[in-house]
């Protein structure tokens, strides 16, 4: 078992096979009580959700499974009530523990779940997805979609532990998989260049789920996630930089309808904005080829699937939360593994033909 330790109080456990292995498991889950709610999706259910819950019973503690119809769009306020309604039904109080274990739309959820259950209930994350493990499960924070866009309602509440076994990653399906590897690459590209280095000598066996290569970068990851969430409560501007291509990405995903993952659109952001950098003279031509290079390794997309306008970009642009005053501001690259410093903080105002000029890479050179 590898341990981390969070600056925000809890431990991410990572081993493969922890969760078939009561063992281990079991004293890592006795601390918290002997009533444990599991929450996951239907799809989550009958692969780990069910065989999680008997193995607490094992323990001979009492465990209840909570599931919800799974997919972003049952992220909301709806299935948050119908989840504590369920709770209330079965007559859970404070001396419960939520087990959360799924993708993050399931650790999002439960974590809002359990942040406001009975004023606050322990928590732990055993996320399934690779989008989980290095990225939704960290940090503590949570929350639900409305019409009005995502994650627009919820709360700060860190878990107590993150219970991450890379061997559930054998049943996702590659696109799912894939989501992960871009948060993986930005991951690379804002913090370590010899994780980046990783990345590219082992995509095929990344790809293929080998075990020690996936929990290696999974590691990884999750180091530097923990260690900008841990500067970023010392020194606010660090935050922005795992908002890497996700200025762009963001955009994308908005203009399109969502017609591209979160994935596919921060890969297409990590390009034009890695071209922003390049063409301000921040990055060198070769750095650019290899992010370039290493999308298409993990075959992620370098083209757009359909001209979109630029202005559309711009406008959706607007509405970035690093936007000041009508001008977009960008995580700047300075070379793989870092970015530059401006005024504080990690984000730079980019003028408008810039990134024009930088989005038309995408169209096909
Ligand atoms: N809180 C944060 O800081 C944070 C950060 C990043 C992302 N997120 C959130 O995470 C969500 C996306 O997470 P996601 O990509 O994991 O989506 P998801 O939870 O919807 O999971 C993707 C799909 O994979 C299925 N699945 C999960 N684990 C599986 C497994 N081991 N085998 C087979 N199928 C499995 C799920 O049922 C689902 O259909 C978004 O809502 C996003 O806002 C939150
Ligand atoms: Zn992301």
Redesign the pocket.
């Known amino acids: 078992v590898i341990t981390l330790q969070s600056s925000l109080g809890y431990s991410i456990q990572i081993a493969h096979g922890l969760l078939s292995d009561p063992a281990t498991l079991l004293p890592l889950l006795a601390p918290y009580g002997k009533r444990f709610a599991v929450i ?5 259910a009958p ?2 959700g069910q065989p999680l819950a008997d193995s607490v019973r094992s323990a001979g503690w009492q465990a209840a499974l909570f599931s919800f119809p ?3 769009k049952h ?1 909301t306020r709806e299935t948050k009530q119908d989840l504590e309604n369920r709770f209330l039904q079965e007559k859970l109080g404070s001396d419960l523990c939520v087990l959360a274990i ?7 959820l439960a ?1 809002y779940v359990a942040a406001t259950y009975c004023r606050g209930v322990p928590l732990i994350l055993l ?6 493990m290095v ?9 639900v ?1 409305v019409p009005q866009g ?2 627009l309602i ?1 709360t700060r509440y860190p878990p107590k532990q993150v219970l991450i076994d890379p061997a ?6 590659e696109q ?1 998989l894939k ?2 590897i871009v ?1 993986m690459i930005k991951h690379g590209l804002i913090a370590n260049p010899a994780y980046f280095d990783f990345l590219e000598t082992y995509a095929s066996n990344i790809l293929a789920r080998e075990e020690n290569m996936v929990t290696t970068a999974i590691v990884e990851s999750c180091r530097i996630k923990e260690k900008i969430v841990a500067e970023e409560t010392l020194e606010m501007g660090k935050r922005h930089l795992l908002n890497l291509g996700h200025t762009i990405g963001h955009a994308l995903e908005h203009i399109t309808g969502y017609a591209l993952s ?2 596919e659109a921060v890969a297409l952001g990590l390009l034009v904005e890695g071209q922003m950098a390049q063409l301000l003279g921040h990055l060198e031509v070769d750095a650019l080829r290899r992010i370039r290079a290493l999308i298409a390794k993990y075959s992620l997309p370098l083209q757009l699937p359909r001209p979109v306008d630029f202005s559309a970009i711009f406008a959706s642009m607007l509405y970035d939360k690093k936007t000041v005053s009508g001008q977009p501001r960008f995580v700047m690259l300075g070379s793989i593994g870092s970015c530059l410093p401006c005024s504080g903080n990690y984000c730079m105002p980019v003028e408008e033909a810039l990134v024009a000029k930088a989005f038309d890479a995408l169209h096909g050179n």
């Open positions: 996951c999706d239907h799809n989550v692969l780990y799974a997919g972003e992220k799924g993708g993050g739309v399931t650790t999002d974590g996320p399934t997805t690779l989008m989980a990225d939704a499960s960290l940090g503590g924070k949570n929350g979609n995502k994650n919820g559930t990653l054998q049943t996702l399906r799912e989501e992960g948060e979160h994935g």
